[in-house]
């Protein structure tokens, strides 16, 4: 199993975190990350939709998963707002690409 140190608190991150990769730092917990952009005023609007968004593709996930277990109308229906909460994400992550440049 890979292992990786936390660019910014130094510890392990393990199997089971959430973590991601920045460019600059390497693996860091997402946790650490979003401390960091607190921390920062100007990254406040950054942690917003970086929170927004993670909520967004968990809520897709989860509507995929309803959607495999329901039939007729109500799979309908559901895939219906799964697919509204995608333009939302999709949204959301065009405005991450423009602040996070
Ligand atoms: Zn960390």
Redesign the pocket.
């Known amino acids: 199993m890979r292992r990786w140190n936390?660019g910014?608190?130094g510890?392990d991150v393990v199997e089971g975190q959430r973590f991601t990769f920045i460019g600059s730092i390497g693996a860091?917990?997402v946790e650490?990350l979003l401390e960091s952009y607190t921390r920062q005023l100007d990254k406040r609007d950054l942690i917003a939709l970086l929170d927004a968004n993670e909520v967004l593709l968990y809520a897709i996930i989860r509507f995929k998963e309803a959607e495999r277990i329901a039939s007729g109308e109500v799979k309908s229906i559901l895939s219906e707002a799964r697919r509204e909460i995608e333009k939302i994400a999709g949204r959301i992550a065009l405005m991450l690409g423009q602040l996070s440049t």
């Open positions: 936390c910014l608190c510890q860091v917990h650490c």
